[in-house]
């Protein structure tokens, strides 16, 4: 049965051991989940019973090897119902997305000659614009910037057809900010990008536990995201369309395969981790029902989650405006919560980022100042030699209480 009723917490946050942390005798408020979710206990129960059972490298003639090939299958199986992706050889594992991304920029740079252009945005993630940057000077490729608007930290897509060109051979984007929330129209920025003949790389790392994905909607041609910050532990899971991932040439060892998606798995997987990515992808399939095809609960969870987590947004930033000096970046208008992710960057007037994080901290708040990566979306808002800024987000586990808490933690330090 699908479930259609909207999300409680409370059931959810009881299969989450380290949601019951405490400091100085308060329960601990994890307001981190931007730079990784904690994790509930069937995922712990999962990769730990992988380990007791007793796996071997895959690819054997033997027991224990057909079972580490059917916890990779099922992972597989797991990812492609998360991503709507059209067949299982269409997800590849890696250790991380960085690490992934790095490869198939590697991989893509064969294919480009000098003069060849690429767009990068400035509201990325690094790990979405270094691998392309160092790929295009190894390759004499000019670099396109997409901006964003510093004034709502929205991505100006308007201004991407101009950049586009019979030259540009990749268009490398993100779903969403994973400093300051702002989600991209990416299914409009991949037909664009497609009409002028170039191929669409999605960064949904943020995006990902907070909206339901969906590659073939979109039609792009990669999309990236990591299972630790959807509830799962450190494993980077790449979407390709199968006829990239067969043509392109990967780097690997020779004995490898040929075949995707087993030429761009370089070296041996963690199939402990590849155990806790189903898990991961099972429980949020959970919330949306216990009954039915995934792909349906996981649509029917997604956007309980939505609903769920706007509700949370709006009255961050409603209370936000009654703490005297603190100052959202983003998206602040809640007629547009559609359009954000419940991750907010603040300041504080008068205070440093990493003092506000550590003086929360002491309080058993848990959230995360800097830059986190997004070192172009510092440098465009002109605070990155200032310090950055304090990242508060938001998760389904989070509850209504600890967005209070926060808010009246800020208002205390004013």
Known sequence: MINLTPLNPVPLRAQFPALQLEVDGRTAVFLDGPGGTQVPQSVIDAMSGYLRHGGSNSGGPFFTSRYTDSITHAARAAMMDF????????????????????SLSRALARTWQPGDEIIVTRLDHDANISPWLLAAEDSGVIVRWLDFDPTDCTLRLDQLPSLLNAKTRLLAITYASNAVGSITDVQRATQLAHAAGALVLIDSVHFAPHGLLDVQAIDCDFLLSSSYKYFGPHTGILY???EHLESLTAYKVRPASNKAPGKWETG??????????????NYIASIGGT??????????????????EMSLSQRFLLGATQVKGLRVYGITDVERLVERTPTFAVSLAGMSADVVAAKLGEQGIFVWDGHYYAIAVMERLGLLEQGGLVRIGFAHYNTADEVDRVLHALAGLR
Request: aromatic residues 10%; charged residues 20%.
């Open 240 to 242: 390709g369309k199968h």
């Open 291 to 308: 009954e039915g095809p995934r792909r349906e609960r996981l649509v029917a969870a997604m956007a309980q989650i939505k609903a769920y």
């Open 83 to 102: 991503y709507n992706a059209r067949r299982p050889e269409e997800i590849v594992f890696g250790q991380n997305m960085t690490s992934l991304n790095f």
């Open 268 to 281: 041996t997987q963690s199939f402990e981790s590849l155990a806790g990515v189903a898990a991961a992808i």
